[in-house]
């Protein structure tokens, strides 16, 4: 998957936060006056408002987060579902991860479907200018330090993480579930009725269990029972 696939254009963004929040865009996503963004990305505040807005729309909250060059995979992780604005765009674009577990993050495609990225590409990606500013100097002082070809990749790599260790992308909002949304809603998000299912699933595997011992243990007592009965008075069995 390309990670061009996943960019999603300002003023298509409400469409992609709808598959977040319902599954599926609705008819009408992009069309209300929540979804016309802003003149400028420059000003905190009206950014803020916008992408609350149409996150409003797909009945969920957008709220504020920073993620860090060092710490990208576990801040994805933790904050997912998330925007993020891709930050040296020439038009403002965004990508939406629903997901992440190690080395992999999930996002929504302009297809709307949920597609896996590498999330250490996914990060050099959104960090590329930074990246591209300090890659001249590690690979000048990796020539300088005769550092082998075999173990330069890694060289640069681990210099690369030092380097950028606190750098930040601050445009980058948590989406979550609004207070008053429907409770089944909040259950879906908590992945409740598949663990319900769960439950259900073991309680019932144990049940048969009990069961089948039951009928085991009645079983064995009858046929006990019918060998004793059948045993001829007055004869010692030993």
């Not at 629903?98 to 999330?119: I, K, M, P, Q, Y």
């Not at 082998?148 to 445009?171: F, G, N, T, Y």
Request: charged fraction near 25%.
């Amino acid at each position: 998957m390309k990670l061009e696939d996943v960019r999603w254009p300002a003023e298509e963004l409400a469409t992609a936060l709808e598959v977040v929040g319902d599954g599926a865009p609705s008819a009408t996503s992009g069309t209300s006056p929540a979804s016309v963004r802003p003149s400028t990305f420059t000003d905190a505040g009206a950014a803020r408002a916008w992408i609350g807005a149409i996150a409003e729309q797909a009945d969920l909250e957008a709220q504020d987060e920073s993620i860090s060059y060092r710490d990208f995979r576990n801040a994805i992780a933790r904050a997912a579902p998330i925007a993020l604005r891709i930050p040296d765009s020439s038009q403002p674009e965004f990508i939406v991860v629903t997901g992440a577990h190690g080395r992999s993050a999930v996002a929504v495609d302009r297809h709307f479907h949920h597609v896996e990225l590498n999330c250490d590409n996914l990060r050099d990606y959104l960090f590329r200018e930074r990246c591209s500013a300090v890659l001249p100097k590690i690979d000048l002082l990796l020539r300088y330090a005769a550092v082998s070809e075999r173990r330069r990749a890694h060289a640069r790599q681990v210099l690369l993480e030092e380097m950028l260790a606190s750098s930040q992308i601050a445009d980058c909002w948590a989406l979550r579930r609004r207070a008053g949304a429907g409770i089944w809603r909040h259950a879906r998000d908590a992945r409740l009725p598949s663990r319900a299912g769960l439950m259900l699933g073991s309680f019932a595997v144990l049940t048969c269990s009990t069961c089948w011992r039951g009928g085991c243990w009645a079983a064995a007592r009858c046929k006990a029972g019918s060998t004793v009965a059948g045993l001829r008075p007055g004869l010692y069995y030993f």
